[in-house]
DNA sequence: GGATGTTGTAATCGAATGATTACTTAAAGT
DNA sequence: ACTTTAAGTAATCATTCGATTACAACATCC
């Protein structure tokens, strides 16, 4: 039965034609939330805080803007969560290593590193963490989801997080992995610049350009295959 | 004398009281350029390309906002040749190094070294160029400048020149200073996570943070002083 | 089957921002 | 003197964007 609509509108009709409303899936709050998150994470990786808006995020997430701000009250809490969620993350990847190593899973992995480094558990487990980093670039966004939040030091509370999410990073390597200071840096070095030549995206011109292409094999190994994959499949997506 | 105002105004009065014009110093076009260019180094280095306006460029560099557009035409452009001086700056402070170095007009500095390191003309000037790097932290916003150009790679044309200035430096270091791949690798390394030291405003919190401040000293070393010192320079300012 | 809470949207608002227009005013030629 | 050019600003415009308000529709419980 065509019944009455409940035509209780105050000021303007809500018009369009009564059939479309292409409402979302109606999904639990929680599960929303992590969907909203993992969204805002791609986006906020690819254009920054301040480059990002949160009608980005919510089509990026297929739902409307103001559901993105109510759920996470403004911009910045949403960054703010979203770069919890991605230290979380990569906190998780290294911890698992280490785990993994010291319950003697990693036999087969060991076999791959290189000998040259050494073969103490700092140096074996330096190597298995860089491949994990590495690993992560694949993971939509978690590393330069960090960077960005690395570059806005100037937002008070943004930089309050991500100085204390770069010294828990640097304390899980030195403490709980066992580098020496001066190695922790070294590896720490290493993930930056690793971050900094995905965010030029010189993946893309691997092909094009010898230079890129000497420096993208020095620094990423037996991971540039899988780093090359991921950059083509970004390509297509964005 | 109280003399007839030229009042040829079309529609709207510009109004105020007729005392106050507040008009910037008359300078030639050239030199204000590179004004503005610093002034834009400066915001563009805090707080990004997205998150930067026009505006304040313009206060920074005490003129007017329009001013500031009509000389450069779009935010674009002006961020392009500010991240362009930037870059020159560096291969200039690099070159520099190198050519006095093979000039023989570093005998003081030498002795600075740590010897640990090699002796060789690429081990030694890979020291003299970090200290050069290190320098430019003083130099108001140079690097972060770089920084912010790195993580915009999303804006086809900073993508573009940050990828070509990227490997420019490679190169340099690569063939000018004759280190190896993998030594220009650590080298550009070791140069990001001072950049993200930098980026997260670590110094900021060196008296406070065990862990920040053995991580300083670590990446820092000798010229960690004078990094705290333009830091606590800049928080008076900013 | 009606009350209630949950999930979601359309419409809209105010502030911010890049850009444009139309001026002013100080120098520099002539 | 008086025209011309160069250096600079005030006013304003069209968008964009984060946030708010007012609803709508579905689910669940009594």
Redesign the pocket.
């Known amino acids: 039965m065509s019944s009455v609509v409940?035509?209780?509108?105050?000021?303007?009709a809500?018009?369009?034609d009564s059939s479309s409303?292409?409402?979302?899936?109606?999904?639990?709050?929680a599960k929303?939330r992590e969907l909203i998150l993992e969204a805002a994470t791609g986006v906020f990786a690819e254009r920054g805080y301040a480059g990002?808006?949160?009608?980005q995020v919510a089509k990026a997430a297929g739902?409307?803007?103001?559901?993105v701000?109510?759920m996470f009250g403004?911009?910045?809490t949403l960054f703010l969560e979203a770069l919890d969620r991605a230290h979380g993350k990569l906190m998780r990847a290294f911890r698992d290593v280490i785990a993994a190593y010291d319950a003697g899973e990693l036999a087969e992995e060991l076999h791959h590193l290189d000998p040259a480094a050494g073969s103490g558990r700092p140096e074996q487990l330096k190597q298995l963490m860089a491949i994990a980093y590495a690993d992560l670039v694949e993971d939509r966004g978690i590393l330069m989801m960090l960077m960005q939040a690395f570059v806005a030091g100037h937002e008070p509370a943004i930089g309050a997080r991500a100085r204390e999410g770069f010294l828990d990073i640097y304390r899980l390597v030195r403490d709980e992995a066992g580098l020496s200071p001066e190695t922790s840096r070294d590896f720490l070095a290493q993930g930056m610049l690793m971050n900094t030549l995905i965010g030029i995206r010189l993946p893309e011109i691997y092909e094009q350009d010898e230079t890129a292409e000497e420096l993208l094999e020095c620094t990423l190994r037996s991971k540039l295959p899988m780093v090359l994959k991921a950059s083509k499949a970004q390509r297509r997506a964005g």
């Open positions: 409940k035509k209780t509108m105050g000021t303007g809500p018009g369009t409303q292409a409402t979302a899936e109606r999904i639990p709050a929303r990002s808006t949160t009608d739902i409307s803007q103001p559901y701000v109510r403004t911009k910045e």
